[in-house]
């Protein structure tokens, strides 16, 4: 039986380098100056090259004479102007709430379906041909048809993010599954571990880098999916504040627009690796052990 | 074979036989095994690499089915994985839940068990300090080192309280000093628990060291060759015992049946579902 092709790498890779810590011993805390001296050197490193290009560009923009490249101060005028009002409310936070939605509901129709293709080929068999073909439809092109059967409401772009996000998740969570070590399978047999606790305490959480490595892609989608479903017939929205800004020639808004959007994805991303750090504690230091030997 | 003593049957494998079906192949794995282990012994099974040892011990562990014949605990005929029946691979990376402490670990089938909470703290206290482990409780497996992690599966599996403990090649991966270590504290364990307990492996000196009986199994396809009564004291050290003129008399003679089993073999097809797994070995007297 064909395998499916993955769409990103089975394994996160990991994140930082957390010294393994020493055998036998428990994890020990780093010296306190040394944290603090080495939390500066990590902000000078993340902020040093966002610093240059916005320095780059506010060259670039302040000796062109393009009206469509606005110098970063009056982008950032807009940008308080504009999202520290009522659109806050009216635009970020549906927009917010709708890629969260999508992303969770994705998260969970994919983990669980992954689970059960995961752990039977004979549903693997059955329902892979029609998964392929689903899976190979680009999401967007879903909007029209999703506005006739689902409204140009909220549940259309759920429904959008959702046919985007749940690939990712429902692939890897496939390949976790089935890459349950069968020597830990049937330590589990003997031990008597069956039913819903094999599948909280083995089948899950020895899935579980790969299942975080799709959520990861899949949030990546999500914020892209959501912006894409509120082009669409939308009255609110990041999407369509956007293109609203864009067709009004509203430019220092439309600029202010991406660059919430990127702010977005970056905290997105930022708050999905404290939580994957804390559920891939134990697989980070089972890499670095490894890596020691 | 008569070794119940005054106890009874505690294990009883009855004309057992594997056959592995691929296609057009077929491999006889196990051929006709017949023995049985007295509630509270301790013997050993060894035999040449690829003789199916691992086929056996899956097959009375319940988590495969024979081809014929039958497996029964204390006169129950084991078709499933028995409730008191514990497990101790060779692999102890990978029978260890790496997401898990220590303690966990060994917690873990006690929940399973539906003990109360009290018992299985004392449980998991008591099995620790049997293996030696009180201080590493709430590390990860990970963090251990290779005969640390046989260990902690150790103290899983005497938590248990089975009445059986199956062990299969479980120190054929960790140095040598440190499996000198481990067979003493099996010896320990065993005389403390009274647990009836079957140790496979295909190192001839840890046998007759280990077993109150050694089980000498032919190449594949298997039958058991022989049936030795180790008859030395039962208090056992490692300098002395394996200086004892018994002991060398007994080595030999088990080494002299695995050569007769090899040799009588010669030709006949490996088997395919042992030796992947049984590349460490030790340099004494290992069975190559």
């Known amino acids: 039986m064909s395998q499916p092709t993955q769409t990103g790498p089975a394994a996160p890779a990991p994140a930082g380098s957390a010294p393994a810590p020493a055998r036998g011993a428990r994890p020990r805390r780093p010296h306190r100056g040394g944290a603090a001296r080495r939390a500066g050197s990590r902000a000078l490193h993340v902020l040093l090259l966002p610093v240059v290009l916005i320095g780059v560009y506010a060259y670039a923009s302040a000796t062109s004479s393009s009206y469509y490249t606005p110098t970063p101060d009056l982008i950032a005028s807009a940008f308080v102007e504009l999202w520290f009002s009522e659109r806050l409310f009216a635009d970020v936070l549906p927009s917010i709430a709708r890629l969260l939605t999508g992303f969770t509901l994705a998260a969970l129709i994919g983990v669980s379906l992954g689970v059960l293709l995961g752990m039977s080929s004979r549903v693997r068999a059955t329902l892979e041909p029609v998964l392929e073909f689903l899976r190979a439809i680009p999401p967007p092109v879903l909007v029209p048809l999703m506005i006739l059967l689902a409204g140009i409401d909220d549940s259309m772009k759920i429904l959008v993010i959702v046919s985007g996000?749940?690939?990712?998740?429902?692939?890897?969570?496939?390949?976790?599954?089935?890459?349950?070590?069968p020597v830990l399978a049937d330590t589990a047999r003997c031990y008597g571990i069956g039913g819903t606790t094999r599948l909280r305490v083995l089948v899950l959480r020895s899935a579980s880098p790969q299942i975080m490595a799709g959520l990861r892609l899949a949030l990546a989608l999500a914020i892209i999916l959501m912006v894409i479903s509120e082009?669409?017939?939308?009255s609110s929205g990041l999407g369509f504040a956007i293109v609203q800004f864009q067709r009004s020639f509203a430019i220092p808004e439309m600029w202010a627009g991406m660059v919430l959007l990127g702010l977005i994805g970056f905290a997105l991303s930022a708050l999905f690796e404290l939580a994957e750090s804390r559920v891939l504690y134990w697989y980070r230091g089972l890499r670095a052990a490894h890596r020691g030997e | 074979m008569n070794h119940q003593g005054e106890h009874g049957t505690m294990l009883k494998v009855t004309g057992l036989q594997k056959v592995y079906r691929g296609g057009a192949t077929e491999v006889e794995a196990v051929r006709d095994l017949t023995f049985d282990l007295a509630e509270g012994e301790l013997v050993c099974l060894v035999g040449p690499s690829g003789c199916g040892k691992t086929t056996l011990l899956k097959c009375i562990a319940g988590l495969m089915p024979p081809t014929s014949g039958t497996v029964e605990l204390a006169g129950r005929p084991v078709t499933a994985p028995p409730p008191d029946m514990?497990?101790?691979?060779?692999?102890?990376?990978?029978?260890?839940?790496?997401?898990?402490?220590?303690r966990a670990n060994v917690e873990l089938p006690l929940k399973e068990k539906k003990l109360g909470k009290a018992r299985r703290a004392e449980l998991v206290a008591e099995s620790l300090e049997a293996v030696g482990l009180t201080a590493f409780a709430d590390a990860y497996p990970w963090q251990l080192s290779g005969g640390m992690q046989q260990r902690v599966a150790i103290a899983r599996a005497i938590a248990y309280e089975p009445q059986v403990l199956l062990m299969d090649e479980p120190f054929a991966a960790v140095d040598a000093q440190t499996r000198a270590d481990l067979e003493d504290l099996i010896r320990a364990i065993w005389r403390r628990m009274g647990v009836t307990v079957l140790f496979v492996t295909h190192d001839i000196d840890e046998a007759v060291y280990l077993g109150e009986r050694v089980l000498v199994l032919s190449s594949s396809p298997t039958v058991v060759q022989d049936d030795i009564t180790v008859d030395l004291p039962a208090e056992r050290d490692q300098l002395t015992t394996r200086q004892d003129e018994r002991f060398t008399e007994l080595r030999a003679r088990v080494y002299a049946?695995?050569?007769q089993a090899k040799n009588s073999a010669k030709g006949a097809p490996e088997n395919p579902a042992d030796g992947a797994g049984t590349g460490a070995a030790r340099a004494s007297t290992a069975v190559h």
């Open chain 1, 165 to 181: 996000c749940v690939w990712p998740i429902l692939l890897n969570t496939v390949e976790g599954v089935r890459a349950v070590d």
């Open chain 1, 231 to 234: 082009m669409f017939a939308s």
């Open chain 2, 257 to 259: 049946e695995i050569q």
């Open chain 2, 86 to 102: 514990a497990v101790v691979f060779q692999e102890y990376g990978r029978s260890l839940f790496a997401w898990m402490s220590v």
